[in-house]
């Protein structure tokens, strides 16, 4: 453990490490919320979360089970008790997207004309009531202009926009925290709640991640970097959390 430790004190954190933390922060005081991360690294950003600022998540095999940080069974979530935290702004997802626009609106279902589309993706599947019943975060492992794009082709999770539209009924529980992808951490903290960038992770410039959106991003006067992991965090993300080296799979070093 010793020699783990001077390890990790001195290679300094990697771009899938600083995704890792940035979405593990997505989950920073949330309290006692069914955490549902979708991928390696939301996955990863979960349990280290539930092991450092926020003990009190809830985490799920996503069938039956809740689980502790290292997979052992702690309780039994039912089918009913899991449908009363999903509309109930009790549960917090980290989802993927195909298509994401400036006011957040998500697309994993098409691409194209959905009546004749270009290309069929996963289906709109549990994305709307997500996204109006609790707070909906996403995870993009490639930043791109064909994915951060002006308008989606179809709605599947709903943007601010959308839910203002349709009133009261869908913006109670609506919030989308945090976008996190391999280049930027990016939100909605403004006041026609249109993305901003929040952060850019070492190593990427603000015209890099200007050049990989397809629609102008809201930009403050500074852009600042993506935190530091600690060192204990660390330790965890490589010797605890993720020994397997999955993080750097799913985003490999620049």
Known sequence: MAGGAAVTETLPATRAEYCVIACADAWRGNGEVLASPMGAIPSLGA?????????????????AVLVGPDGQTEGWLPYR?????V???????????????????????CIGDWRRPDRQ????RGAPVNSV????????????????????????????DSAAAAGPSATRYHRIPRVVTDLAVLDFETPDRAMRLASVHPGVTVGQVRDATGFPLVLPDEVPHTREPTAVELRLIREVIDPEGRRDREVPAA
């Open 121 to 124: 993706l996963l289906g709109v």
């Open 47 to 63: 349990r280290l979360a539930r092991r450092t600022f926020s003990p009190d998540l809830l985490l799920t095999d996503g069938e």
């Open 81 to 85: 008790q899991h449908l009363a935290l």
């Open 87 to 109: 509309t109930g702004g009790k549960r917090h997802v980290m989802m993927g997207a195909s298509q994401l626009d400036r006011f957040g609106n998500q697309n994993i279902s």
């Open 133 to 160: 019943n609790h707070p909906v975060s996403y995870w993009v492992p490639r930043h791109s202009p064909r994915v951060f794009v002006a308008k989606v082709d179809m709605i599947c999770g709903v943007g601010y």
